[in-house]
């Protein structure tokens, strides 16, 4: 079937303007703001689950082709340390719970236990898969996470506030609040904390207390026994746990450092990122507009000068051919520009990760110099706490 030149030069009118107008559109986003609920009556000190909450694992390994263009793995790394402790500081501060502390192990057993998987971040959207587990081993919720800002969360009034995406950590308090209300009574917790403290002693005299604890059949712990109030052993060990969890506060003071020192370059990052994640997408939608424009002329074109059966029409074929030739090297031009805003995405990213090295502690005895990444630094924190650990139970 011929086209006639009024028809091809109709296609390429339509085609164009899909083009120009769909550049020129923006999506507006809104987040509803949802705050930490309290819970509804007064709790006794001995009745609120401590809560540790584990550095988050970064997701490298779960991230799609499109989220691993888009994703720098050191801001990664970085925000898996960032993110735990908003959450840690979100629970601490909802008074719905006793102490809350980030943990950079599994070494310390904690009543309620969270973990997470940050599966993306970039600026505009957050998600994370979170999973609370609590010391008898009874799996509380797994639950994925996501919310969408706008460039609004990022004005300095709203970031005098909060995090941009403070509301993903007051949903997770909240949730954890409706669980602990919905399904525990008094025994439950007193049980929980009880499995905590053997969980603990366990690990210096295992001959001694693994017959308080047994395995039912859904794999939970649950308590045989329970040892003397007055039992030595037990004393000495809940001292080397009260020693335990002060070097963990000591950990919190370095991870409260590391964030402070963190949030001005994340924030400026993330401002940056959102304004590039936005960017970047309008480019490649206009790439994508482009290529299918440009190849559909090339082909009018070529129809429309093989076909004619007038010179005038076969000009306008060449003039078509011409025209998307235009649009293709226009799309290329539209992907280098995309890489460009990839690469400052990723500078951005090493600066962020050479800003925010905390690099000294300071104990009541001594003044410890760390150095490397969080990780290291933290090895080095149980070498530390090993040796203090020694002298302890070389007195029992």
Known sequence: MRLSLKQIMGILTLLAAGIFTGCATHTVKSTAYTPVKVGS??????????????????????????????????????????????????????????????????????????????????????????????????????????????????????????????????KIANDLLAYRERNLNEQDIREIRTVSEILFAQRFSEEVFSGYLSRNRNGHLQLNALPAVDDPLLNRIQDIRERDFMFIDTVQDYYATYCRQMRLPYDSWREQS?????????????????????????????????????????????????????????GFDRQNEARMHMEAMEELGQSLEDAVAPQVITLDDRTITLSGTVEEQYAQWRDILADLYAEELGQL
């Open 41 to 170: 009556q007064s709790v006794p000190e001995e009745l609120l689950l401590d809560v540790g909450v584990s550095i988050f694992d970064p997701g490298l390994d779960e991230l799609s082709d499109d989220q691993e263009e888009l994703t720098n793995g050191q801001v990664r790394v970085a925000e898996s340390r960032y993110v735990p402790y908003l959450l840690s500081d979100t629970l601490q501060r909802s008074a719905n719970w006793g102490i809350v502390r980030l943990l950079p192990n599994d070494s310390s057993p904690m009543d309620v236990k969270i973990t997470g998987t940050l599966l993306e971040s970039n600026g505009e959207a957050m998600a994370m898969r979170i999973e609370v587990v609590d010391s008898r081993g009874v799996q509380w919720f797994v639950k994925e996470y996501e919310e969408v800002i706008s460039r609004f969360n990022y004005e300095a009034t709203q970031r005098q506030k909060n995090d941009p995406f403070q509301v993903i950590y007051n």
């Open 274 to 330: 959102y304004q590039e994640t936005v960017t970047l997408r309008e480019l490649r939608d206009s790439a994508r507009r482009r290529f299918i424009a440009g190849t559909a002329a090339v082909v009018g074109g070529i129809a429309a000068a093989t076909q004619g059966g007038n010179y005038g029409t076969q000009a306008s074929g060449a003039v078509g051919v011409g025209a998307g030739a235009y649009l293709i090297k226009s």
